[in-house]
Nanobody, 115 residues
Framework: QVQLVESGGGLVQAGGSLRLSCAAS????????MAWYRQTPGKQRQWVAS???????TYADSVKGRFTISRDNAKNTVYLQMDSLKPEDTGVYLCYGSLLVRGYWGQGTQVTVSL
């Protein structure tokens, strides 16, 4: 019942765009810190972008100017707009959100950026 579900991943050429969605089962998620992470084989899970309960956004240096995290409270959804994609952006993108007692992870959506 309490869950985060990502969607919107796919295969895109370098320079292209994708918009990832993270659908939250509870509106309370969007009142707290939420973030996007990327998992790449052979590497630790990396933080990509986040938005606080107050609406402040922060980005990893590698995606600044290209990615935008946003919320739609009416839809209980957090988005990650990814523009000017690079092959280095390839990975499984996971959504993270927190409720009062703990944090939650989505299962991820695959993003593959080809040359």
């Amino acid at each position: 019942q309490v869950q985060l579900v990502e969607s919107g991943g796919g295969l895109v050429q370098a320079g292209g765009s994708l918009r990832l969605s993270c659908a939250a089962s509870r509106s309370d998620f969007l009142k707290n810190y939420m973030a996007w992470y990327r998992q790449t084989p052979g590497k630790q899970r990396q933080w990509v972008a986040s938005v606080t309960g107050g609406g402040s956004t922060t980005y990893a240096d590698s995606v600044k100017g290209r990615f935008t995290i946003s919320r739609d409270n009416a839809k209980n959804t957090v988005y990650l707009q990814m523009d000017s994609l690079k092959p280095e952006d390839t990975g499984v993108y996971l959504c993270y959100g927190s409720l009062l007692v703990r944090g939650y992870w989505g299962q991820g959506t695959q993003v593959t950026v080809s040359l």
